[in-house]
């Protein structure tokens, strides 16, 4: 470094290195927080790992303080200045602490050893590695480095470079011929860490651990104890299942865990399986008889996708290890090692849950085989995903074709339904033959019912606090069992089956989404059906939810939307400053080879220019462009145009570029983002087609006198003709001509200077009354529109149906879905979104006007929720209303809210017998049911 006299300057700090001495750096945190990044790519520590491996000898190099022999340009150590005792300093080499130091470095060092082979350089560590058993290769390698060490006037630091050994510490690992483990100096670390007292140490040991986590069978799940210590409003609390995972991390690592490198002669092996915690993947191949791990993987599943049925998990843990492991197994053959059958037979199965059939078209893009082995065979895939206790994955008989396939948009597991009278039992009838679900047995396991039922049998309380134990036997008042089955039996009413939590969606599937009976009806409809013979606690929430997050009432409901942005006027007020651009055609081809009519107008003064035009090349647009206005009016500001092709080439871009144009586009199927421009040119063509002779449609002879005709007639928004706008008089016409006192009585100007100034003023004064009439006409519309708008606030983020205006070809207007959808907004502003598809996030973002989208309503799987969700207070106290008015409007209904059966539970009940129901009753499910009448 130098002296200095520059501004930039920070302060020096010491950092301690690995050899205990100490290396200057510079806190160049303001510095860095106005550097632009450079984003200089690393390699993958697997595609190293796969390099450098099955090699005889290795050699590692070191930089003696390497990035202080990287010298700076002028510009650059001007910046990079120090303050200390003895005055100011800039550094003439990079120093550390730069945020493009790493970079920099990178790219020099890429670039000093480019063409050199078996070498591979990774920031400042640099390896060589020779696969040949000769060592004279690997010294000639390492010759070739030293040469161009020696160009480029680089210096090692001899007692930190080590040279032809068969084993090498690299990036936190030991590698070798035989393949690689976790380097034990940083075991030695990880093993010596007390037990964490705090949060931040819980998230510290994980991350060091995660750093080897490909190395550890089945990480994800062993770690899950101390990863659901970081959930949010979760107190912290150190228990046996938190230090059992923290001593079982330790005791795995310190058994040096190592994993060989892949033989791509060879076919690859894939372990999978999955349970409620989450996904596990091995990835092996057989030599010698004996299966050898190449690399492991594992993740934990979010609260969504521990709901999901097993059949999903299942298929999803094998997507997950596809996708992990696809650099290696692309283009291979794969054996697929799975113990849950139902994934053999969805191969075979033509109707698919729409998820479930996205990935088995993907996996169609392998080479793969799935071999089905038992349960207990599969101890290495259990590990992967049960290593911690959790609840195995396994589907009932009962509900193997009710949970498979959960909710889509057509319910096309079922031809039919039929509700046995008896109601001991919920009859499907599939293709397959008839499943039953057990009503008893889901009731019996239920976390809800369960309880209830107990202490209907043999009057055993659930363990519950005196205050709660009152509230549970007030909420039995209208409970009572028949059959060994719960029903919700209020006074004046039929009896009516309580539905345990694992049921509630298929009841709404029935009512809602079935062709069989639902048809997709509104809220008060699906509820009159679900509630005459089904309950549950807060059923009205639960179906009033679910019914706004069905994604095929969002597409076909409301096709006006409910929302409509404020106007927003764009001030214009110089001439040619703002032009629009609009293209008409194709129209009949015209005896001088024209085909089109090229429509310019001045936003201010809204003077037209229209210019036949043989195509709509860009080429021949902005041609037509460049000698109509900017060498006859000179150049513009702006340009506004729809988002036809020719307008969003790049040649013309170029060209709006190159004449310092501002190029602005209107939303597409929004014309009122052009409206001058559509407007006006709508009055121009039928202006022009009134001279056209139909027979000879030669519009190109009448193109001059219709524009003529147009500039010269009074504007409605301006209250002055375009013509005089732009020139400053009125035109001579041939009347005029023919009138000799018309001509005489025309101003005479024999001082050029006079006529100046008198031309200035009057165009003045008519710019500025055109400018303020138009603001006039511009609030008044505003004002109008306005009336009627109602503004959304859409972030980013949010899931949105987009306006369907075109329809599926081939369909009938009848069946138009005028919604479309998912897509997620990716940049919002107070008129216009950004928005992406949510099912091919690789397509192209559209700009679209927020008066073309509404939010879309509901989570992110668009499945109900077999539970109630939370429901904040004030949207409670909404619903409590909104409940009342809607029933009150069904004949014959008498489903009580929650609230109100809350409020029967707490009237005086008779201590030796709380349900209220006379045991000896028995209740007949009989045909009964298709009435109506009340018990009496």
């Not at 191949?285 to 299966?291: G, H, L, S, V």
């Not at 999903?312 to 113990?339: C, K, N, W």
């Not at 499910?925 to 009496?936: D, G, I, V």
Request: aromatic residues 10%; contains cysteine.
């Amino acid at each position: 470094m130098i002296q200095s006299d520059t501004p930039w300057v920070s302060n020096l700090v010491l950092v301690q290195k690995k050899d205990g001495g100490l290396r200057p750096c510079i806190d160049f945190r303001k510095l860095n927080e106005i550097t632009v990044p450079d984003h200089f790519p690393l390699p993958r520590l697997e595609t190293i790992m796969e390099k450098i491996g099955n090699c005889h000898y290795y050699s590692s190099l070191d930089l003696s303080s390497g990035y202080l022999q990287i010298p700076l340009t002028e510009e650059a150590s001007r910046k990079c200045g120090l303050i200390t005792e003895e005055g100011v300093f800039q550094m003439t080499h990079l120093p550390f602490g730069l945020r493009n130091a790493t970079a920099a470095f990178s790219r020099t060092m890429s670039h000093v050893l480019s063409g050199v082979e078996n070498v591979l350089t990774y920031v400042d560590d640099i390896l060589i590695y020779t696969k040949s058993p000769e060592f004279s290769a690997h010294l000639e390698t390492l010759r070739s480095v030293f040469e161009r060490f020696r160009l480029f006037n680089l210096k090692l630091s001899p007692k930190k470079c080590k040279f032809a050994t068969s084993s090498m510490e690299f990036l936190g690992y030991t590698v070798s011929g035989n393949g690689f483990i976790p380097s034990l100096s940083r075991i030695e670390v990880i093993k010596n860490i007390p037990a964490p007292k705090t949060l931040k140490q819980v998230r510290r040991i994980v991350g060091m651990a995660s750093f080897y986590r490909k190395h550890i069978l089945g990480f994800a799940t062993i770690v899950e104890p101390l990863t659901s210590l970081n959930k949010k409003n979760k107190i912290f609390e150190w228990g046996p299942k938190q230090e059992q995972a923290f001593q079982k991390i330790k005791e795995l690592l310190a058994k040096e865990p190592i994993l060989t490198f892949p033989d791509y002669k060879m076919p690859f092996h894939i372990f999978t399986d999955a349970s409620t915690v989450g996904h596990g993947a091995a990835l092996m191949q057989k030599r010698d008889d004996k299966f050898h791990a190449i690399a492991y993987a594992s993740r934990s599943l979010s609260q969504n996708e521990r709901k999901w049925p097993p059949v999903q998990i299942e298929l999803g843990a094998i997507i997950y290890a596809l996708r992990t492991f696809r650099p290696y197994i692309y283009l291979s053959e794969v054996e697929l090692h799975s113990d849950h059958r139902p994934l053999i037979y969805l191969q075979s199965k033509s109707q698919q849950h729409p998820q479930l059939a996205r990935w088995l078209i993907e996996i169609q893009n392998y080479n793969i085989k799935i071999v089905h082995i038992e349960g207990k065979k599969n101890t290495l895939a259990d590990a992967l995903s049960r290593s911690h206790e959790s609840n195995p994955l396994t589907n009932t008989p009962e509900l193997e074709d009710i949970i498979e396939f959960p909710v889509c948009l057509s319910l096309n597991i079922c031809d039919r339904i039929v509700l046995d009278p008896i109601i001991n039992s919920l009859t499907i009838r599939t293709r397959d033959g008839p499943q039953t679900v057990d009503l008893v047995f889901e009731q019996t396991n239920d976390a809800e019912t369960s309880p209830i039922i107990k202490f209907l049998t043999d009057g055993t309380l659930p363990d519950l606090d005196e205050e709660a134990q009152k509230d549970f036997v007030a909420k039995t008042q209208n409970l009572v069992i028949s059959s060994d089955i719960l029903y919700f039996y209020p006074p004046e009413s039929l009896p009516r089956i309580y539905v345990p939590a694992s049921l509630r969606s298929l009841i709404f599937d029935s009512f809602h989404i079935s062709i069989l009976g639902g048809g997709h009806m509104n809220l008060r409809k699906t509820i009159h059906k679900c509630s005459r013979r089904y309950y549950w606690p807060k059923m009205y929430s639960d179906i009033l939810i679910w019914t706004k997050q069905c994604l095929v009432c969002q597409l076909r409901h409301n096709p006006i939307p409910l929302y409509k942005a404020e106007m927003r006027s764009v001030p214009a007020n110089t001439l040619f400053a703002r032009i629009g651009l609009d293209i008409a055609g194709p129209l009949p081809l015209t005896e001088m080879g024209n085909r089109h009519i090229l429509n310019i107008i001045c936003w201010f003064t809204k003077y037209v220019i229209a210019i036949p035009v043989p195509n709509t090349k860009s080429q021949t647009i902005a041609y037509a462009l460049f000698k109509n206005v900017y060498l006859k009016f000179g150049g513009c500001t702006e340009i506004l145009t729809d988002n036809a092709t020719t307008f969003t080439s790049e040649f013309f871009k170029s060209f709006c570029s190159l004449l310092y144009i501002n190029k602005t586009y209107s939303t597409p199927y929004h014309s009122q983002g052009n409206s001058v421009t559509e407007r006006s040119f709508r009055t121009f063509h039928n202006i022009l087609a009134k001279y056209i002779n139909p027979k000879e449609p030669n519009f190109d002879e009448f193109l001059d006198a219709a524009t003529f005709c147009y500039n010269t007639s009074v504007h409605e928004t301006t209250k002055e003709t375009p013509f005089f706008l732009v020139f400053g008089r009125d035109p001579i016409f041939s009347i005029d001509q023919i009138m000799d006192t018309t001509i005489s009585t025309l101003p005479q100007h024999t001082d050029l200077s006079d006529f100046k100034t008198r031309l200035v003023l009057s165009l003045r004064k008519a710019w500025i009354s055109a400018a303020e009439a138009t603001k006039q006409a511009q609030d008044k519309s505003k004002t109008q529109y306005d009336k009627h708008s109602r503004s959304q606030i859409i972030a980013i983020g949010d899931r949105v149906l987009l306006r369907n205006y075109t329809g599926k070809p081939g369909t009938s207007q009848k069946f138009h879905l005028p919604w479309k959808g998912l897509f997620r907004v990716i940049d919002a502003d107070d008129i216009h979104a950004t928005i992406i598809s949510c099912t091919s996030p690789q397509s192209k973002p559209q700009r679209v006007h927020l008066n073309q989208i509404k939010k879309f309503i509901g989570p992110e799987i668009t499945t109900p929720a077999l539970t109630t969700p939370e429901i904040p207070s004030e949207e409670s106290e909404a619903l409590k209303q909104s409940q009342a008015v809607e029933l009150d409007e069904v004949i014959g209904y008498n489903h009580e809210s929650p609230e109100n059966s809350n409020q029967n539970m707490n009237k005086s009940q008779d201590p030796q017998n709380p349900t209220g129901i006379n045991p000896d009753t028995e209740i007949r499910n009989t045909h009964q049911y298709n009435l109506r009448s009340k018990r009496q």
